[in-house]
Protein backbone atom coordinates (compact mmCIF):
# COMPACT_ATOMS: atom_id res chain seq x y z
CA UNK A 1 0.00 0.00 0.00
CA UNK A 2 1.94 3.34 -1.51
CA UNK A 3 0.33 5.60 0.45
CA UNK A 4 2.68 8.54 -1.22
CA UNK A 5 3.07 8.42 -4.78
CA UNK A 6 4.99 9.95 -7.23
CA UNK A 7 3.70 9.27 -10.52
CA UNK A 8 6.27 10.45 -12.97
CA UNK A 9 9.72 8.97 -12.54
CA UNK A 10 11.44 11.15 -14.71
CA UNK A 11 10.64 14.82 -15.65
CA UNK A 12 13.48 16.71 -18.32
CA UNK A 13 13.57 20.84 -18.38
CA UNK A 14 15.07 23.70 -19.38
CA UNK A 15 17.32 25.47 -17.60
CA UNK A 16 15.27 28.98 -16.15
CA UNK A 17 12.19 27.41 -16.79
CA UNK A 18 9.82 26.37 -13.71
CA UNK A 19 9.94 22.80 -12.81
CA UNK A 20 6.88 21.08 -11.36
CA UNK A 21 7.07 18.09 -8.90
CA UNK A 22 4.06 16.57 -8.07
CA UNK A 23 2.94 13.88 -5.55
CA UNK A 24 -0.26 12.85 -3.72
CA UNK A 25 -0.89 11.00 -0.57
CA UNK A 26 -3.86 8.40 0.16
CA UNK A 27 -3.63 9.12 3.86
CA UNK A 28 -6.21 11.85 5.30
CA UNK A 29 -4.22 11.74 8.64
CA UNK A 30 -0.98 13.10 7.09
CA UNK A 31 0.20 16.29 8.32
CA UNK A 32 3.75 17.63 7.51
CA UNK A 33 4.70 17.21 4.44
CA UNK A 34 8.79 17.36 3.05
CA UNK A 35 11.04 17.23 -0.20
CA UNK A 36 13.86 16.09 -0.46
CA UNK A 37 16.82 15.75 -3.09
CA UNK A 38 19.26 13.26 -3.54
CA UNK A 39 22.19 13.18 -4.95
CA UNK A 40 23.60 9.71 -6.58
CA UNK A 41 25.64 7.52 -3.53
CA UNK A 42 24.58 10.21 -0.92
CA UNK A 43 21.72 10.79 1.58
CA UNK A 44 18.94 12.68 0.98
CA UNK A 45 19.03 17.07 1.67
CA UNK A 46 16.11 18.40 3.29
CA UNK A 47 14.58 21.31 1.03
CA UNK A 48 11.58 22.52 2.09
CA UNK A 49 8.62 21.50 4.35
CA UNK A 50 4.85 22.51 5.15
CA UNK A 51 2.12 21.84 7.71
CA UNK A 52 -1.23 21.16 6.64
CA UNK A 53 -2.38 24.37 8.07
CA UNK A 54 -0.72 26.01 5.43
CA UNK A 55 -1.23 25.56 1.59
CA UNK A 56 2.23 27.48 0.54
CA UNK A 57 5.41 27.98 1.90
CA UNK A 58 8.44 29.27 -0.04
CA UNK A 59 12.08 29.42 0.39
CA UNK A 60 14.17 30.90 -2.38
CA UNK A 61 13.71 29.46 -5.55
CA UNK A 62 11.23 26.72 -4.27
CA UNK A 63 7.79 26.89 -3.36
CA UNK A 64 5.79 24.02 -2.22
CA UNK A 65 2.26 23.98 -2.46
CA UNK A 66 -0.66 21.89 -0.37
CA UNK A 67 -4.25 21.01 -1.87
CA UNK A 68 -5.59 19.12 1.41
CA UNK A 69 -9.17 18.05 -0.63
CA UNK A 70 -7.29 16.78 -3.46
CA UNK A 71 -4.38 15.14 -1.18
CA UNK A 72 -1.49 16.29 -3.70
CA UNK A 73 0.99 18.37 -3.18
CA UNK A 74 3.56 19.92 -5.58
CA UNK A 75 7.18 21.18 -5.38
CA UNK A 76 8.29 24.49 -7.46
CA UNK A 77 11.35 25.47 -8.67
CA UNK A 78 12.21 28.56 -10.40
CA UNK A 79 14.19 29.40 -12.13
CA UNK A 80 15.49 25.85 -12.77
CA UNK A 81 19.18 25.18 -13.01
CA UNK A 82 21.47 22.31 -14.22
CA UNK A 83 22.88 22.44 -10.23
CA UNK A 84 18.75 21.05 -9.32
CA UNK A 85 19.75 17.50 -11.87
CA UNK A 86 19.10 15.33 -9.00
CA UNK A 87 15.94 12.91 -7.42
CA UNK A 88 13.69 14.75 -5.73
CA UNK A 89 11.49 12.84 -2.97
CA UNK A 90 8.36 13.81 -1.28
CA UNK A 91 7.52 12.75 1.93
CA UNK A 92 4.76 12.63 4.75
CA UNK A 93 4.03 12.24 8.55
CA UNK A 94 1.41 11.85 10.63
CA UNK A 95 1.32 13.59 14.12
CA UNK A 96 2.29 11.31 17.10
CA UNK A 97 3.84 8.50 14.84
CA UNK A 98 6.93 8.77 14.39
CA UNK A 99 7.57 7.62 10.89
CA UNK A 100 8.37 9.70 7.15
CA UNK A 101 6.62 7.97 4.44
CA UNK A 102 8.63 8.62 0.96
CA UNK A 103 7.41 8.28 -2.33
CA UNK A 104 9.64 6.73 -4.93
CA UNK A 105 11.24 9.96 -6.23
CA UNK A 106 11.38 11.97 -9.77
CA UNK A 107 14.25 12.56 -11.54
CA UNK A 108 14.57 15.99 -12.40
CA UNK A 109 16.93 16.71 -15.27
CA UNK A 110 17.67 20.81 -16.12
CA UNK A 111 19.14 20.77 -19.16
CA UNK A 112 21.53 23.65 -20.21
CA UNK B 1 25.82 22.04 15.11
CA UNK B 2 24.47 18.11 14.56
CA UNK B 3 26.17 16.03 12.30
CA UNK B 4 25.58 12.43 11.61
CA UNK B 5 28.01 10.00 10.58
CA UNK B 6 27.62 6.62 8.82
CA UNK B 7 30.10 3.97 8.18
CA UNK B 8 31.53 2.13 5.87
CA UNK B 9 30.22 3.84 2.76
CA UNK B 10 30.40 0.62 1.00
CA UNK B 11 30.62 -2.89 1.50
CA UNK B 12 30.92 -6.06 -0.47
CA UNK B 13 29.55 -9.22 1.63
CA UNK B 14 29.24 -12.95 0.88
CA UNK B 15 25.93 -14.55 1.59
CA UNK B 16 25.54 -15.96 4.74
CA UNK B 17 27.44 -13.58 6.51
CA UNK B 18 26.90 -11.33 9.66
CA UNK B 19 26.26 -7.03 9.16
CA UNK B 20 26.85 -4.37 11.35
CA UNK B 21 26.39 -0.68 10.18
CA UNK B 22 26.94 2.06 12.94
CA UNK B 23 25.26 5.57 12.90
CA UNK B 24 26.07 8.25 15.40
CA UNK B 25 24.92 11.69 15.73
CA UNK B 26 26.49 14.44 17.95
CA UNK B 27 25.38 17.62 18.68
CA UNK B 28 22.30 16.88 19.60
CA UNK B 29 20.31 14.98 22.81
CA UNK B 30 17.01 12.20 22.42
CA UNK B 31 17.01 12.05 18.46
CA UNK B 32 14.50 9.94 17.00
CA UNK B 33 17.10 7.96 14.63
CA UNK B 34 16.19 5.56 11.50
CA UNK B 35 17.14 3.09 9.04
CA UNK B 36 16.10 3.32 5.44
CA UNK B 37 17.11 1.16 2.83
CA UNK B 38 16.79 2.54 -1.05
CA UNK B 39 16.88 -1.05 -2.90
CA UNK B 40 17.77 -0.21 -7.06
CA UNK B 41 15.32 1.90 -8.34
CA UNK B 42 13.34 2.22 -5.85
CA UNK B 43 12.12 4.81 -3.06
CA UNK B 44 13.48 4.94 0.31
CA UNK B 45 11.51 1.63 2.36
CA UNK B 46 11.58 2.28 6.12
CA UNK B 47 13.24 -0.21 8.02
CA UNK B 48 13.39 0.34 11.37
CA UNK B 49 12.99 3.43 14.20
CA UNK B 50 13.22 4.14 17.71
CA UNK B 51 12.39 7.33 19.89
CA UNK B 52 15.05 6.70 22.87
CA UNK B 53 17.32 4.25 23.74
CA UNK B 54 16.58 0.31 24.24
CA UNK B 55 13.12 1.22 22.28
CA UNK B 56 13.48 0.00 18.65
CA UNK B 57 10.01 -0.57 15.74
CA UNK B 58 10.20 -2.68 13.06
CA UNK B 59 8.29 -1.87 9.85
CA UNK B 60 9.43 -4.26 7.84
CA UNK B 61 9.63 -8.09 8.82
CA UNK B 62 12.81 -9.47 7.24
CA UNK B 63 16.29 -11.03 8.94
CA UNK B 64 17.54 -7.16 9.69
CA UNK B 65 17.67 -6.16 13.23
CA UNK B 66 18.19 -2.86 14.89
CA UNK B 67 19.76 -1.97 18.36
CA UNK B 68 19.97 1.39 20.30
CA UNK B 69 22.80 0.82 22.99
CA UNK B 70 23.48 4.79 23.62
CA UNK B 71 21.06 7.62 23.07
CA UNK B 72 22.74 8.89 19.77
CA UNK B 73 23.68 5.05 18.14
CA UNK B 74 21.65 2.91 15.85
CA UNK B 75 23.04 -0.06 14.80
CA UNK B 76 21.67 -2.18 11.56
CA UNK B 77 22.59 -5.54 12.02
CA UNK B 78 21.90 -9.40 10.18
CA UNK B 79 23.46 -12.45 11.45
CA UNK B 80 23.13 -14.01 8.01
CA UNK B 81 23.13 -11.85 5.03
CA UNK B 82 21.03 -12.63 2.09
CA UNK B 83 21.04 -11.45 -1.83
CA UNK B 84 18.27 -9.59 -1.23
CA UNK B 85 19.78 -7.54 1.41
CA UNK B 86 21.68 -5.45 -1.03
CA UNK B 87 20.79 -1.63 -1.04
CA UNK B 88 22.04 1.74 0.05
CA UNK B 89 21.57 1.80 3.53
CA UNK B 90 20.90 5.28 5.24
CA UNK B 91 20.36 6.32 9.15
CA UNK B 92 18.53 9.53 9.57
CA UNK B 93 17.74 11.90 12.58
CA UNK B 94 15.26 14.28 13.27
CA UNK B 95 14.47 15.98 16.63
CA UNK B 96 10.44 14.76 16.87
CA UNK B 97 7.22 15.18 15.46
CA UNK B 98 7.09 17.37 12.76
CA UNK B 99 10.62 18.00 11.73
CA UNK B 100 12.21 17.47 8.96
CA UNK B 101 15.11 14.22 9.13
CA UNK B 102 18.94 15.03 8.29
CA UNK B 103 20.07 11.86 6.90
CA UNK B 104 23.55 10.15 6.88
CA UNK B 105 25.66 9.82 3.68
CA UNK B 106 24.50 6.32 3.11
CA UNK B 107 26.34 3.15 2.96
CA UNK B 108 26.51 0.39 -0.36
CA UNK B 109 26.12 -3.22 0.64
CA UNK B 110 26.80 -5.40 -2.08
CA UNK B 111 25.94 -8.84 -1.59
CA UNK B 112 28.07 -11.73 -3.23
Known amino acids: DQQVKQNSPSLSVQEGRISILNCDYT??????FLWYKKYPAEGPTFLIS?????DKNEDGRFTVFLNKSAKHLSLHIVPSQPGDSAVYFC???????????FGTGTRLKVLA | SQTIHQWPATLVQPVGSPLSLECTVE??????LYWYRQAAGRGLQLLFY??????ISSEVPQNLSASRPQDRQFILSSKKLLLSDSGFYLC???????????FGDGTRLSIL
Open chain 2, 27 to 32: GTSNPN
Open chain 1, 27 to 32: NSMFDY
Open chain 1, 91 to 101: AASAQGTYKYI
Open chain 2, 50 to 55: SVGIGQ
Open chain 1, 50 to 54: ISSIK
Open chain 2, 92 to 102: AWCRGGNQPQH
